[in-house]
């Protein structure tokens, strides 16, 4: 069966008529596996583009265009907001004290990070 991991709980009755179509409907199966091709390309698709526009984000900081570098790095965020280096490179360029005056503040990242958290 092709199916994102779950539980599977016999007692769960739509679980179970999910078990029952699979086992009866040769097609089901062709449906999920199409369905969850179609969502890994989407998925691929997406993290390339927050990559992309992270590195463009890299080449605009270098060229001395913050705001510009700002800007991509911001929707890379949106595309990939879990994506650690990102936050890192944002937070780098915003409050270069907590990176590069002595050492790095990694309670002030982890409360940074809570705070993005609770505005969403």
Do not use: C
């Not at 570098?69 to 965020?77: C, N, V």
């Amino acid at each position: 069966m092709v199916k994102a991991p779950f539980n599977i709980n016999v007692a769960d009755k739509k679980t179970l008529m999910m078990l029952e179509k699979w086992l009866s409907d040769p097609d089901y199966n062709a449906a999920l596996l199409r369905d969850m091709q179609r969502s890994n390309e989407s998925v691929t698709q997406t993290l390339t583009e927050a990559t992309a526009r992270f590195q463009l984000g890299l080449i605009l900081l270098e060229g001395g265009k913050k705001q510009e570098a700002m800007a991509e790095w911001r929707k890379a965020l949106a595309l990939d907001p879990q994506n650690w280096i990102i936050h890192k490179q944002i937070w780098a360029v915003e409050h270069p004290d907590k990176f590069y005056d002595g050492g790095v503040d990694y309670g002030w990242q982890k409360t940074q990070l809570e705070a993005e958290k609770s505005e969403q």
